[in-house]
């Protein structure tokens, strides 16, 4: 069982919808949660960081952590084309550096 | 600006020749990590670095060596052991390492091995 585990979509929504990522993990001593944003051929970029339980907003994204189901999701809301990248989940698992699931592909259909 | 810097952008080598990878970070962070990032897939830990001339293996070091002689740089060679390197390589740095410190990724060096 991988540490972090995203389904690889693609994730496939039309502009103006709301779109939602999913993350589980499985080392449930994992802090805090990391979601990157990442453009074909391009480095991650961080969008959100979560660290609690409940949900996180800054401006158009949403975190939510849920640790006793050791669920992290994020919310997009009102998608643009200019979010179609893939999205990069990734968790403190304990040990000292990052741990990150296979990616989810969005597509935002204009 | 701060940042990361990673030389060069592509890099080509023939089979059998080790090639060393370059970063370099003006953060003043304390950790530096390798990670690998395969066609499709998400990042794989290569080695990391917590403090100068001390750094682990991540969960795939084969054929891989790194030093840290230096806070700001941390270069990866990949060696003619490791028998897939052609990929897409990412340095990164953060804070002293703890549950709240993200990643700041370099731009990434593209290595293709024929």
């Known amino acids: 069982q991988k540490e972090v585990e995203q389904n690889s979509g693609p994730l496939s929504v039309p502009e103006g919808a709301i779109a939602s990522l999913n993350c589980t993990y499985s080392d449930r001593g994992s802090q805090s949660f990391f979601w990157y944003r990442q453009y074909s051929g391009k480095s991650p970029e961080l969008i959100m960081s979560?660290?609690?339980?409940g949900d996180k907003e800054d401006g158009r994204f949403t975190a939510q952590l849920n640790k006793a189901s050791q669920y992290v999701s994020l919310l997009i809301r009102d998608s643009q084309p200019s979010d179609s990248a893939t999205y990069l989940c990734?968790?403190?698992?304990?040990?000292?550096?990052?741990?990150f699931g296979s990616g989810t592909r969005l597509q935002v259909q204009p | 600006d701060g940042g990361i810097t990673q030389s060069p952008k592509y890099l080509f080598r023939k089979e059998g020749q080790n090639v060393t990878l370059s970063c370099e970070q003006n953060?003043?962070?304390?950790?530096m990590y390798w990670y690998r990032q395969d066609p499709g897939q998400g990042l794989r830990l290569i080695y990391y670095?917590?403090?100068?001339?001390?750094?682990q293996k991540g969960d795939i070091a084969e054929g891989y060596s790194v030093s840290r002689e230096k806070k700001e740089s941390f270069p990866l060679t990949v060696t003619s052991a490791q028998k897939n390197p052609t990929a897409f390589y990412l340095c990164?740095?953060?804070?002293?390492?703890?549950?709240?410190?993200?990643?700041?990724f370099g731009n990434g060096t593209r290595l293709t091995v024929t």
């Open positions: 979560i660290y609690s339980n």
């Open positions: 670095s917590q403090i100068v001339n001390d750094f």
């Open positions: 990164a740095s953060s804070p002293p390492p703890g549950t709240r410190s993200p990643l700041h």
């Open positions: 990734a968790g403190a698992t304990g040990r000292r550096a990052l741990t």
């Open positions: 953060l003043n962070h304390d950790a």
